[in-house]
């Protein structure tokens, strides 16, 4: 760990925060309004504790291994710790006690997975359901029109509790086409809110990357997930 790479994540951290508040701004928003999570896939728990003591308050690991080998590392006293990535029902149990919120809940039967290793440790988890905009083949997540029945279906599961929607759109460098995704899931965000159903709040919609948070917070996101732009390209060992 060098001086300059930890000075890069301070500038990297102020200019992800402005570009933030900069993009609320722009359609009558407020930067507090947004959660700004820090994906932390491959980044060592020294630089993200030295994130974390810039203001970040939002952590997410998208691996379960990775999870547990950093997980007594964190300075979680001020920051919260989330599950990001896909989720095998088998490894549910590893995380259920030590993530705040799983956001890649994509069908009832992780969902009851869920709930059923939450209700063991007298928790009620809360999760994101996540939702496959693009309708790609080879990408988890719940598909657009199938959306509302998965959510009807796990609505009375006791051991966890929906606090809203995730996404990770198709790969685009279009700016008009990304943010017309975006669209598209907000609609969906608030269609789900006008049906109020029991157990199922549309608190939180999480989606926009490095490459198109700005786009994301304009179209309505209120959480981005924000890695390579904080911490540089991600280094695989």
Known sequence: ?????????EYNFKTIQENIWNAAASVGKSGDDITFLAATKTVEPEIINHAISLGLDHIGENKVQELLSKYDFYNLEKCSLQFIGH??????RQIIDKVDL???V??????????????????????LVEVNI??????????????????WNIANFKGIKVKGLMTIPPICNNT???????????NIFIDISSK????????????????????????????????????GPRIYK
């Open 106 to 127: 994509d069908s009832a039967k992780l969902a009851d997975e869920i709930s059923q290793q939450a209700l063991k440790h007298d928790l009620v988890m809360d999760v």
């Open 134 to 151: 693009g309708k790609e083949e080879n990408k988890s997540g719940v598909m657009p029109e199938e959306l509302e029945d998965l959510l």
């Open 102 to 104: 799983i956001q890649s």
């Open 1 to 9: 760990m060098t001086e300059k790479l930890l000075a890069d994540v």
């Open 196 to 231: 109020k159903i029991d157990n199922i709040n549309m608190d939180i919609l999480s989606m926009g990357m490095s490459a198109d948070y700005c786009e994301a917070i304009m179209e309505g996101a209120t959480m981005i997930r924000v890695g390579s732009s904080l911490f």
């Open 176 to 186: 008009q086409k990304i943010r017309k995704y975006f669209e598209n899931m907000h």
């Open 87 to 92: 989720l095998q029902r088998n490894k549910v």
